[in-house]
T-cell receptor, first 112, second 109 residues
Framework: DTAVSQTPKYLVTQMGNDKSIKCEQN?????MYWYKQDSKKFLKIMFS???????INETVPNRFSPKSPDKAHLNLHINSLELGDSAVYFC???????????FGEGSWLTVV | EDQVTQSPEALRLQEGESSSLNCSYT??????LFWYRQDPGKGPEFLFT?????EEKEKERLKATLTKKESFLHITAPKPEDSATYLC??????????WGAGTKLIIKP
């Protein structure tokens, strides 16, 4: 039973398109995250969402927007995709605000 | 500025050849140091959390240690299935995680 699941796993799309990545966690955690992992393998936090409080990494373009319909879901919507958005996006969750984070398997986004 | 540096970038070992991975950090108010394992095409998988200098944690062939400036992940008699990228992260006083770039470990049979 997958703890943190995200879809799609692979996404190839053209510049300028709008796309969404969905994430669900069944761990009962109160905090969810979106991370971006670039080609050099650095993990960079994009957003954290805890009990309706959204914390945004100020370096994230406003083309990226998280949407949380409920505590178990945090979707990532991206407008006007650019070539530089190509990366792996990881959804994650934690119970204690970040001490132990559980990651999904990642969504490979390629913008062409 | 908070920073995490992992070394080496890549490490190739023969099966059974023990070694250590390093994670050096500077952080304001260490809230914890975390080790994760990442397999190709997968998300990072939690291994250990260390909270204070002198603390040690073990899991199978892995042992993590912590000082005030760095952490080591010791791997004893590794097997090919230990091949992965090992990521280190530190939690700061603002409850943010700062990640290193990882060490890619390859164990040859």
């Amino acid at each position: 039973d997958t703890a943190v699941s995200q879809t799609p796993k692979y996404l190839v799309t053209q510049m300028g398109n709008d796309k969404s990545i969905k994430c669900e966690q069944n761990l009962g955690h109160d905090t969810m995250y979106w991370y971006k992992q670039d080609s050099k393998k650095f993990l960079k936090i994009m957003f954290s969402y805890n009990n309706k409080e959204l914390i945004i990494n100020e370096t994230v373009p406003n083309r990226f927007s998280p949407k949380s319909p409920d505590k178990a879901h945090l979707n990532l919507h991206i407008n006007s995709l650019e070539l530089g958005d190509s990366a792996v996006y990881f959804c994650a969750s934690s119970q204690d605000g970040g001490n132990t984070i559980y990651f999904g398997e990642g969504s490979w986004l390629t913008v062409v | 500025e908070d920073q995490v540096t992992q070394s080496p970038e890549a490490l190739r070992l023969q099966e059974g050849e023990s070694s250590s991975l390093n994670c050096s950090y500077t952080v304001s108010g260490l809230r914890g140091l975390f080790w994760y394992r990442q397999d190709p095409g997968k998300g990072p998988e939690f291994l250990f959390t260390l909270y204070s200098a002198g603390e040690e944690k073990e899991k199978e062939r892995l042992k993590a240690t912590l000082t005030k400036k760095e952490s080591f992940l010791h791997i004893t008699a590794p097997k090919p299935e230990d091949s992965a990228t090992y990521l280190c992260a530190v939690g700061d006083s603002n409850y943010q995680l700062i990640w290193g770039a990882g060490t890619k470990l390859i164990i040859k049979p």
